[in-house]
């Protein structure tokens, strides 16, 4: 199984835009699928998770209200809807799947074992 992420660009601030992530091969078996983002110089940081068996969604703090992240099984994928951006928000984006992760973890990028490309996205005028 591989992640492929897409979607990034350019945008200006308070603009949207749709990431997604695709997975490909074999059938798809996950305990739960993240959004982590990782800004010049700093360490990768969770976004948003979902935990597969439940449909239950997480959000950090900083993203929280603005973005909403959803799956769509027959497809293999999952999505990040980020609207109201803003330039803090500029970073590369990956998409990550746990499939031995705990829900405690969730939003530790270490307990991720399946990765895709980062895709970029910059916020600027």
């Known amino acids: 199984v591989q992640l492929q992420a897409s979607g990034g660009g350019l945008v200006q601030p308070g603009g949207s835009l749709r990431l997604s992530c695709t997975a490909s091969g074999r059938a798809f078996s996950t305990r739960a699928v993240g959004w982590f983002r990782q800004a010049p110089g700093k360490e990768r940081e969770f976004v948003a998770a979902i935990w597969w068996s439940a449909g239950s969604l997480f959000y950090s703090d900083s993203v929280k209200g603005r973005f909403t992240i959803s799956r769509d099984n027959a497809k293999k994928s999952v999505y990040l809807e980020m609207a109201s951006l803003m330039p803090e928000d500029t970073a590369v984006y990956y998409c990550?799947?746990?499939?031995?992760?705990?829900?405690?973890?969730?939003?530790?990028?270490?307990?991720?074992?399946?990765w895709g490309q980062g895709t970029p996205v910059t916020v600027s005028s």
């Open positions: 990550a799947s746990g499939e031995r992760i705990i829900l405690s973890s969730i939003r530790i990028p270490r307990q991720y074992n399946r």
